[in-house]
């Protein structure tokens, strides 16, 4: 398993119904980039730059909002995942 460093969080974008709710089947150039994710891990924070310190408030298996274009996809073991940094994470869902 992926395991992030520092401030970073490691993400599962959501899949978005090809649907809408009138029953419209949506074509994929149509759709836009999802912006909601399940967070699937937490890097530790930062504490070890004297000034900076960084702790975490989002947690694993919570749901959040990230800015449209941010962070680094990666592809692992057949799955797509993002890295962003806490920074990125413009809410939580609840």
Not at 19 to 36: D, H, M, Y
Not at 47 to 75: C, F, L, R, W
Not at 78 to 85: A, N
Request: aromatic fraction near 4%; avoid cysteine; charged fraction near 35%.
């Amino acid at each position: 398993m992926l395991k992030p460093v520092a401030d970073r969080i490691l993400i599962k974008m959501e899949e978005e119904e090809n649907t809408t709710k009138s029953g419209i089947i949506l074509s994929s150039n149509s759709k836009e980039k999802p912006q909601v994710a399940k967070v699937i891990a937490v890097g530790p924070g930062i504490n070890h730059i004297p000034g900076k310190e960084v702790k975490m408030y989002i947690k694993k298996d919570d749901k959040v909002i990230v800015s449209k274009y941010a962070g680094t996809e990666i592809k692992y073991e057949g799955e797509d995942y993002i890295i962003v940094k806490q920074d990125d994470v413009l809410a939580i869902v609840e």
